[in-house]
């Protein structure tokens, strides 16, 4: 009995025959294919479709979600407190697939947070509230197009992307997109979807019936757009009033001769009345007998669909400019005692809607978005409507019996043959139950339209339709782990490349550095053996002076560093064995025993260390204390300084580091209460007293460099222009100066502006620092200006400069294919960081403003690349020529024309550029450092928010709220760690 009735309920009516020919002049009826399966429920469309469409009154307040439409969510554009018009923009699209959003009255935004959405989660999404400003509706409406006709298509496109226009038949994807489909298929049918086969709903009917020209007038723009072959309009055979005044249209603007002559192949379709033929796929069969296929699009096929509701929103956008702020409802139910339909501003409450149809005193059980097959429940009226709310069904509690039991799958078929999209629910609810998604996915689950037949005429009263959403999401949220792995592959992968070409880069650096040093050393000993012929006691001054290598300090520090780590090692090997207490006496005893070696080795590295940095620091004085006679040691000593104060500049940061640690220990045993605090203020005092030792030899070490650079510039007794290692050094020395100057006066600044620390101390510091400038830029004026002359000597002693010049030239030589590689990688980081830019504005996945971090990082890193090697490139093109061979004479240079630049000043001015090079890369390092700490402060904010919710979050929510916990926790190491890697750039700078 009860499977014979449900039999019934399935289709049986055939509607593949073909129509007979109707009399209208050459024109026949279309032929009417069939779907397969299909039902007939009850479909109570005369609740609501005997009242006429009214208009909904202007609402208190609005609340517009930002995600009225599919993809990304809108952007605001207000702020709390701002008016605004009806129709203005106050929500701009983001990415391709995106849509805006506008006012729908004219008022105050009141504001813009997280609030519940009509949304089959349940959950929030960021809205903004506007409260009306009085009864005045002032409107901010586009530049309406009557004339539409001339306009281009582009402009039209961009007008529906302007004005919002979404989709208002499923589920809101925007028509500007749909509008662009024949870039990419060739669309031969455009249909009009007005079946409204779901029961209850009648908003489509009333919109036909009462703006049929709007509608064969927006048909007409978008066949302008898509350019069709044949436009239909699918309409049930249950809307005789609609097909009326439908045909009624199409025949007065045919005998309209003030307009162009209407496309003959527009064609109204009245079609068999079955659910779900309002599908868009079951549709298209049944106009144009053919098939979507699987995970396919209409497009695919040559087809695109529209709602009458969107063609009205096309038609309003463009002939008026008016923005998508409204929308037809049904308002229908048992529980609603005058049912109707209303033309409702978008954000009005659901509850003020309502009231409009006169709820009955029993009150409704059950309110429900959308029909009662597809739509879903909503757990209160005081939420908004949407572009994509269709109707709103108040159920009383008579017409909602209680839910029957879920009884077991006896196994009858009727699901299958109920079906429309010709699948296996069965199949797919085993599947499903047993969560065996893949095999739902090899039988098509995402071929599911959800639309409820099987669970209609299942017997056993399972929800089918429920089982088949939970697969889906599963699969989604499975899918989008596995891009999520796939990217995050991606980055260590670039990541790990970017490492080994920053390391070969920097072993490349090193050897280009060791090769100038080598040749360096060349030309100091030729510029000693030219000095010796001059002066012998001259000589053995600058022999006595010649300090220890920088590579014996580095060498001494190596041993000393990797003496620490063994103790180290040693000390916590015996710690583990005593804690264990598994070891025997003798083994404890051989641990011991290496803690004391270790030890013994760490102290004897040390002392190493010591004696050699003393010795150093002792050579870099003796220039010092020379005598002013002996000029041409002058120049050697000065260039030896250079790398001496290169490794005191060194031991003050380490000095400094170490107090930083000794403090924060200090400050970590006070507040806890234990450790030894007697020997932690001790090993403080220890630290801060070697942090002014090294920073007294520092000062005292740039005071002999800077006493010295006049020295080595004042050589022109002998002929012989200032290296240009020693001008190099004396710029590197103004461009620090200069940063040190600005640090000071930040210092000063944010001390005065907070009120906090010692003013006095830091403006002392400032004007340190501006004499210390001043200083600097004095010393390199003075060096500066005798080097002009230097080439046009002609005097046997002026050789040296051309022997000096030849190996810059070289090592310049060297550094250009380094310099170009360098180059080629920033050009390479800037156009992938440009691509996944791209890629995530389009997706609307990803964070947009991290990605333009990055291109802008990029960007100036290419920019910097391409300074540095522009600039070597110029040093190769003017540097000077090789020198001679021994035994020839350097012919007379002739002398410069007016105007024109010598080889010295050329020379000065490259090494100015490469000066300020230096400068700006410290700054651009400094710039990226602010950049990256601001992104990590955002991450731990964006982490402890997500923490925050999932403290707070329910069963259901918990699992998408803890994967979101792990996104921030590792985008934030992420942060941290190019955090950490900038950090080391500016500790080594």
Not at 52 to 80: D, F, K, N, R, T
Request: proline fraction near 5%; glycine fraction near 6%.
């Amino acid at each position: 009995m009860v499977l014979s009735l449900l039999k019934s309920m399935v289709t049986s009516r055939s509607a593949t025959s073909t129509a007979a020919p109707r009399a209208t002049g050459s024109d026949s009826v279309p032929r009417v294919f069939d779907f397969h399966g299909g039902i007939h429920p009850p479909e109570h469309k005369a609740l609501s479709n005997r009242a006429p469409l009214v208009a909904a009154p202007l609402p208190h307040e609005v609340v517009l979600p930002l995600s009225q439409h599919i993809g990304a969510p809108a952007q605001p554009l207000v702020e709390i407190g701002q008016r605004v018009k009806t129709g203005e923009l106050i929500a701009r699209a983001q990415g391709m697939i995106s849509a805006p959003v506008h006012a729908s009255i004219t008022g105050v935004v009141t504001a813009i947070e997280p609030l519940q959405i009509p949304h089959v989660s349940g959950l929030e999404d960021l809205c903004i509230v506007i409260e009306r400003d009085g009864e005045i509706d002032e409107w901010a409406r586009l530049e309406a197009w009557r004339d539409w006709r001339q306009q281009e298509a582009q402009d039209l496109i961009q007008r529906l992307q302007d004005a919002g226009v979404v989709g208002q038949g499923g589920a809101g994807f925007p028509s500007a997109v749909k509008a662009r489909v024949r870039e990419r298929h060739a669309i031969d049918t455009l249909i009009l979807n007005a079946a409204e086969c779901e029961p209850y709903i009648t908003a489509d009917d009333l919109t036909m019936r009462t703006h049929p020209e709007a509608l064969i007038e927006g048909l007409e723009i978008l066949a302008s757009l898509i350019g069709p072959e044949c436009i239909l309009i699918g309409i049930e055979d249950n809307k005789p009033e609609a097909v009326i005044a439908l045909e009624q249209a199409i025949r007065a603007r045919r005998a309209d001769k003030r307009l162009p002559p209407l496309d003959s192949r527009l064609e109204v379709v009245v079609v068999p009345t079955k659910y779900p033929s309002g599908g868009e796929k079951q549709l298209i069969k049944l106009l144009t007998d053919r098939e979507v296929p699987s995970r396919g699009l209409p497009a695919d096929v040559g087809v695109v669909v529209h709602n009458p509701g969107t063609v009205r929103a096309v038609q309003r956008a463009v002939c008026f400019g008016e923005p998508m702020i409204s929308r037809v409802v049904t308002l229908t139910g048992e529980a609603l005692q005058h049912p109707h339909n209303v033309e409702a501003r978008l954000g009005t409450a659901i509850g003020d809607l309502l009231r409009l149809a006169a709820p009955s005193a029993s009150g409704i059980a059950r309110l429900v978005m959308g029909g009662p097959m597809m739509g879903f429940t909503l757990e209160s009226d005081a939420l908004p409507i949407i572009k994509t709310t269709n109707c709103l069904l108040a159920s009383s509690p008579e017409a909602v019996p209680a839910p029957a039991v879920e009884q077991p799958c006896i196994r009858c078929g009727m699901c299958e043959q109920a079906c429309p999209a010709e699948l296996l629910p069965q199949q797919l609810y085993w599947f499903s139950k047993s969560r065996e998604f893949d095999k739902a996915e090899l039988y098509n689950l995402a071929d599911c339209i959800e639309c409820g037949a099987c669970s209609y005429v299942c017997p056993s009263q399972i929800p089918l339709v429920q089982y088949y959403r939970f697969a889906k999401g599963e699969i989604r949220t499975a899918q989008h782990e596995a891009r999520k792995s796939e990217r995050a592959r991606h980055r260590f992968e670039f990541k790990q490349a970017r490492m080994a070409r920053e390391e070969a880069e920097k072993e490349a650096k090193r050897q280009q550095r060791a090769q100038a040093a080598q040749k360096a050393a060349a030309a100091r000993a030729d510029a000693s053996a030219t000095a010796d012929t001059t002066s012998t006691s001259a000589s053995t001054a600058t022999t006595a002076a010649q300090p220890a290598p920088a590579t014996d300090i580095k060498a001494f520090k190596t041993a000393r560093a990797a003496a620490n780590i063994a103790l180290k090692k040693a000390e916590k090997a015996l710690k583990a064995a005593q804690d264990s207490g598994e070891s025997s006496a003798s083994d404890l005893a051989a641990l011991e025993a290496n803690v004391t070696a270790a030890k013994a080795k760490l102290a004897s590295a040390e002392s190493a260390l010591k004696a050699a940095s003393e010795a150093s620091e002792s050579a870099a004085a003796a220039p010092a204390s020379a005598a002013t006679g002996a000029s041409a040691a002058a120049a050697p000593a000065a260039a030896a300084s250079a790398g001496d104060l290169k490794a005191l500049k060194t031991a003050r940061a380490a000095a400094n580091i170490a107090v930083k640690k000794a403090e924060k220990a200090l400050k970590t045993a006070q507040d806890s209460g234990e450790g030894d605090i007697a020997a932690l203020e001790a090993s403080v005092t220890d630290a801060r007293a070697r942090l002014a030792k090294a920073e007294a030899d520092l000062k005292a070490a740039s005071e002999t460099s800077e006493s010295a650079a006049p020295a080595a510039a004042s050589t022109s007794t002998t002929g012989a222009a200032a290296p240009a290692a020693d001008l190099k050094a004396l710029k590197t020395a103004r461009a620090a100066a200069n940063i040190a100057v600005k640090k000071a006066e930040k210092a000063l600044k944010t001390a005065q502006d907070s009120g906090e620390g010692d003013i006095a101390a830091l403006e002392a510091s400032v004007t340190d620092a501006r004499a210390r400038l001043a200083k600097a830029e004095a010393d390199l004026k003075a060096a500066s200006e005798p080097a002009a002359p230097a080439p046009a000597s002609t005097s046997s002693t002026g050789a040296a400069a051309p022997a000096a010049a030849a190996p810059a030239a070289a090592a310049s030589a060297a550094d250009l294919k380094a310099l170009k590689t360098a180059r080629a990688a920033a050009n390479i980081a800037v156009k992938k960081a440009e691509k996944a830019l791209a890629r995530a504005s389009e997706s609307g996945e990803g964070d947009i403003e991290d990605l333009q971090t990055l291109l802008a990082t990029a960007q100036e890193n290419l920019r910097a690349a391409e300074v540095r090697l522009t600039s070597a490139q110029a040093d190769g093109t003017d540097a000077p020529p090789a020198a001679k061979g021994a035994g020839e004479l350097i012919p007379e240079a002739p002398k410069a024309a007016a105007g024109s630049v010598g080889r010295g000043s050329m020379a000065n001015n490259v090494t100015l550029s490469q000066a300020e090079i230096e400068a700006s890369r410290a700054e651009n390092l400094a710039k990226r450092h602010k950049q990256v700490t601001i992104a990590v402060k955002a991450a731990e904010a964006a982490h402890r928010k997500a923490e925050a919710a999932l403290s707070e979050a329910d069963d259901e929510s918990r699992q998408r709220l803890a994967t979101k916990v792990d996104r921030t926790r590792r985008n934030l190491e992420h942060a941290r760690e190019s955090l950490a890697e900038v950090q080391a750039l500016v500790d080594a700078q």
